[in-house]
Every structure is written in C-alpha cells, then in structure tokens.
C-alpha cells in the first residue's frame, strides 16, 4: 500500500513547483532517490535511548547568524562553490538556503529529511527563494535513500541522535558519497536523550560502522562540537552482522 506521507509531500512539493519523481522527490539538478539500502533488521539497535524528533529547528535564524554557524562549519569542512553538499536532517532548511549560495550555481545542495511535513515546508521556502541548485530527499529512519555516488560533503547538524537506526544509516550512507567525501557531524557532547551525542559515543559508532575519524573542531556560540569523519568504501564497509553496538553514554561534567 503506498504510504500517505509520501504522497502528501510529492503533492505539496508538486504545488510548489518542484519537479517530483516516481520513487522520490526532487527539485532541479539532482536525479531521483538512490535505490534501498539494506533493511534495518540486518543491524544491531543502539545500545542507548534515542532522542525523538520534536522540531525542524533547534535555535532561531538570527541566533545561528550572530554566531556565524554556517560559516564555521563551511570553513572546518572546506565546502567550495561546487560541490555537492547533503543536508542530512535539513529540518526547516537553515542550513540548506544558506549553503545553496556558497556551493554556487555550478554546486548542488541535497535537503534530505525523514519528516515529510518538514521537507513539504522546505519545499514552499526554496521555491519562493527560487534556488534551483537544491533537490529535496526523503529518506527513512534507516537509509537517507541519498543518490549514488552525489554528495562531496554530507553533515548532519543536531540530528545524530534522533537517528533510529544509526548503524543502518551510516552503512546506507556510504554509496552517495563520492571518493574523499567528508562527514560532518554538530552535536552537544550530553546524553542522547539529552538532544546531544557524546563524543567517545559517537566516534565508537561511527568507527563501529567503518568511517574513519578525522578530528574534533570547537564551535563557538555555544554551538557544540563538530565531528570529522571519511567514509569506508562500499567494499569495505563492516558485514551488518559484523557490527557491536557500543556500550559508551557517558554524563559530561557539567551538563547533568
């Protein structure tokens, strides 16, 4: 039976004007929806809480701005006009409008959500914005369903731990990502059910899935860390039955 969500955002996303694909949704510039990963039941659950998914936004615009937010992770991640960048967890597209001017008209930028209402409200912004070097994506808490070998940088900004499946989707993220494609992770180092990930915890993760861990940067205004990561090739990418779930969910001092 077709899902009722789907169907809702292809059509608000069609009154919009952006184009919509059978099997995803799309604007200009990007195809459709890359195929199926593997199935969530191929890999182990998390051994923690995972957070629930309350709001497309965690601060207000003008808050993010003062404290430069999209400048500082463009700068740590060195995203340039052309490439393609995926916002994983666009939410209500802070990210996804400001990076549509740094990536150029010769860039792409992949708004991908699992919320369907949150990417039809996405939709109506960048038609109005008229930026056609965005696509929009839907994904499934397991799999962003991202296109295939796409995306030069994908980040994925106060959403890592609303993630359901997290061994599954960083398993099913690796073939969007093209050779020497970057990971960005903005999270706050408290508990997951704290809205945060910490830190030992989430590099036991994202190592358990096969990514490689590049670095820690500290992001002014209070905006947390972000976390630097290459991904495995998809030949090397652990056997989902290979994976342990880390057993690391640690209290930082201070943020009890």
Known sequence: ???????SVLAAL???GCAAAPNGVTAQGVG????????AGAFPAPDRPVAEIVSPIWATERERDAVDEVGQIVRALDIRPGMTVADVGAGSGYHTVRLSRIVGPEGRVI???????YLAGLARRVAEMRLPNVALTLGEPHDPRLPENST???IL??????????????HNLVPALRPGA????VDLDRVTW?????RALLRCELEGAGYRFIGFTELRGNLGYLATFSAPSAAGRPAPDSIRPCRVQEVPRGRR
């Open 194 to 198: 704290q809205h945060g990930t910490p």
């Open 157 to 170: 900004v106060h959403m890592y731990h609303e993630i359901a499946q997290p061994y599954a989707f960083l």
């Open 32 to 39: 459709p929806l890359g195929p199926p990963g593997a199935p």
């Open 14 to 16: 069609a009154a919009t």
């Open 1 to 7: 039976m077709p899902d009722p969500n789907r169907r």
């Open 152 to 154: 030069d940088v994908a």
């Open 111 to 117: 708004a991908n959500d699992v919320m369907p209402d």
């Open 182 to 185: 970057r990971v960005g992770i």
